[in-house]
């Protein structure tokens, strides 16, 4: 009999799970707040609902009587979701809100490291008063990086020499964050600002072992040239070899041992992590720095390598949730993919809602290109219509980042409508900068 699966979450990453968890053979229930059409015509039955409404998502679950649970957000993380679920007899390829602390806390995340002896760390302070902020920062003359402690959806970062231009533009966001609770607590870090080129490392883990995935680029920033406001990620990259242009082997590794170390450290500290866990590092002269961790798939990360991947997913799932990941890593297939995010016009700034996009998906999977449907609502066939978030991933895979990336931009010329794409991700002269720039970095 099929595996009955609860999917939480309805966006391209949510796609790309329930496209892995079916493939796998499982009877898909998801519950999420829009519609995706995607996700809506891979499930057996979808509930509308808030991902956060706990009682609402577990009483479906009981209904249903769901086997396993995978979640593509945090916000039902940190909600406690997967520790409810559990109480039901649930079992759950994601984190107990205990140890998604590891994203919902960057506090808890530095703390836990610093306490481990974990590798990659920066140096971090933790204020909840103005006046030590003032009297810190007259004292430092580095370059920071300002955050609320708990969660913005990765929009509550600001950078000295970026959007901080002074000493006081510094003191004036922390007291910001402090004021208005930015993230849900009068609490805000700030970070040593790290130089580099930033790249993400997934892993599946069971709460012991993990199992690490080809790493990815993501592009944060609004508008092409990584210029803009930073956003949810634009779109992704990742290569043949599962390194990345810029990135050694040898670093790759240094990456899988950090998060090695931190599931190792979630164990020991009584609140194991099971579940795709995603390292987002810096690649520095001094080698990978951790900038954050999240208790999930990356989006667009996800799309990226569960395009690749050559197991079965819902296998993989289980093993998670188990305590039964194998000795080898997870399979993933030697070529590179190249995503870039549909969004809608005025993303990150002010998003026009409301826009049609026409999808011919037959043309999309004629260019071999995959195609993932976000946070829209199908409005009738081959038509959706946009929200205030990012719409359609496009993935091209192929032999090298150069033919991943022709390949994604003829899928999608089969689109129609207003919406903007950051055409430059993937593209051979962006990659040249990066190569480039890190060489600069690394110096002689
Ligand atoms: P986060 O939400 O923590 O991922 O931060 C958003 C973005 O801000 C990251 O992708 C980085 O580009 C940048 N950032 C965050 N922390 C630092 C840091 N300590 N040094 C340099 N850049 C940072
Ligand atoms: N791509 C960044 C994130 O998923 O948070």
Not at 24 to 29: K, M
Not at 122 to 147: C, M, N, T
Request: charged share 30%.
């Amino acid at each position: 009999m099929a595996t009955k699966v609860l999917l939480v979450g309805g966006g391209a990453r949510e796609h790309a799970m329930a496209r892995a968890l079916a493939e796998g053979g499982a009877e898909l229930y998801s519950v999420m707040k829009n519609r995706n059409p995607g996700i809506r015509r891979l499930s057996k039955d979808v509930l509308a609902a808030s991902e956060t409404d706990i009682e609402k998502v577990t009483m479906y679950a009981r209904l249903r009587g769901v086997e396993l649970a995978c979640v593509g957000p945090e916000a039902p993380l940190e909600a406690g979701l997967v520790d409810a679920l559990e109480k039901e007899g649930v079992r759950c390829a994601a984190p107990t809100g205990a140890a998604a602390r590891l994203e919902t806390s960057k506090e808890f995340m530095r703390a836990l490291m610093a306490r481990r002896g974990i590798p990659g760390r920066i140096e971090h302070w933790v204020f909840s008063d103005i006046a030590e902020v003032k009297r810190f920062i007259s004292g430092y003359d580095k370059g920071v990086a300002v955050k609320p402690v708990g969660l913005t959806g990765g929009k509550g970062v600001k950078i000295s020499g970026d959007q901080l231009l002074s000493k006081d533009e510094v003191v004036r966001y922390a007291a910001e964050v402090l004021e208005k609770k930015v993230g849900g607590q009068s609490r805000v870090i700030i970070e040593e600002r790290a130089e580099g080129e930033e790249f993400t490392l997934q892993a599946f883990s069971d709460g012991k072992r993990v199992s690490p995935m080809p790493a990815v680029q993501d592009h944060k920033r609004a508008w092409e040239g990584d210029s803009g406001p930073n956003t949810g990620g634009m779109g992704s990259y990742s290569q043949q070899d599962h390194l990345l242009p810029f990135l050694r082997r040898q670093e790759y590794e240094e990456g899988v041992q950090v998060i090695q170390r931190t599931v190792d450290a979630l164990a020991a500290e009584g609140t194991p992590f099971k579940g795709p866990i995603y390292g987002q590092f810096m690649l520095t002269r001094e080698g990978p720095k951790v900038i954050e961790f999240n208790a999930r798939f990356g989006d667009p990360e996800a799309m990226n390598v569960l395009s690749l991947l050559e197991g079965d997913f819902l296998e993989i799932c289980n093993d998670m949730a188990d305590g039964s990941l194998g000795g080898e890593s997870a399979a993933f297939g030697r070529l590179a993919t190249v995503c870039k995010y549909v969004v809608p016009v005025g993303y990150g700034v002010s998003s026009r809602v409301g826009s049609e996009i026409t999808v011919d998906e037959k043309g999309v999977e004629s260019e071999g290109a995959r195609l993932y449907f976000a946070a829209v609502n199908e409005k009738g066939p081959g038509t959706v219509l946009t929200t205030t978030s990012r719409a359609l991933g496009v993935v091209g895979v192929a032999q090298d980042i150069e033919a991943a990336e022709r390949r994604c931009e003829a899928a999608l010329s089969h689109l129609g409508g207003d919406f903007f794409v950051r055409h430059d991700i993937g593209r051979p002269e962006a990659i040249k900068k990066k190569m480039e720039r890190m060489e600069r970095i690394r110096g002689p």
